[in-house]
């Protein structure tokens, strides 16, 4: 249970930190394209765990903006290929460094075996994370 306190807390003390920062559910989206693109909504939502009518609000608000680029799916002509446009990638770009400067600063007031412990956990830590 602290574990997952401190998580989530260290989780949304970093997201308000972070100024260029969309909703969380826009950012994961757009991570998840940086490292998949390009998908279908259907894959996109399984892979965040949200509906598919929930995936295409956060789609046209991303396309409105100009993070996206779709393209027809050779293999299914009803779909679409989703991908970050070049202000998509400098939109997520941006957040992750905001947001990795905001936990250097966070990890600075450690003392180095602080430091050191979080660093030996992880691995085990990254093993959570894996799908």
């Known amino acids: 249970a ?3 306190l401190a998580i989530g807390r260290l989780n949304r ?3 308000v930190d972070s100024a260029a920062a ?3 559910l826009q950012t994961s989206v757009l991570a998840t394209l940086v ?3 390009p998908l279908r909504l259907s894959d996109l939502a399984r892979r965040e765990a949200v509906t598919p009518p929930t ?3 956060v789609l046209a608000a991303l396309d409105d903006a100009g993070l996206l680029v779709r393209t027809p799916d050779p293999q299914d ?3 679409a290929l989703i991908q970050l446009s070049d202000e998509g990638r400098e939109v997520i770009r941006r957040i992750r460094t905001e947001r990795t400067a905001s936990l250097a600063h966070r990890l ?3 003392d180095p075996d602080q430091r050191a412990a979080l660093e030996a956990a ?3 830590l990254e093993r959570l994370v894996e799908e």
Do not use: V
């Open 2 to 4: 602290r574990l997952r």
């Open 22 to 24: 969309l909703p969380p």
């Open 13 to 15: 003390r970093i997201r």
């Open 55 to 57: 995936m295409s609000r």
């Open 122 to 124: 992880l691995p085990a």
């Open 35 to 37: 490292d998949h693109a």
């Open 77 to 79: 002509a009803r779909s």
């Open 108 to 110: 600075d007031r450690l």
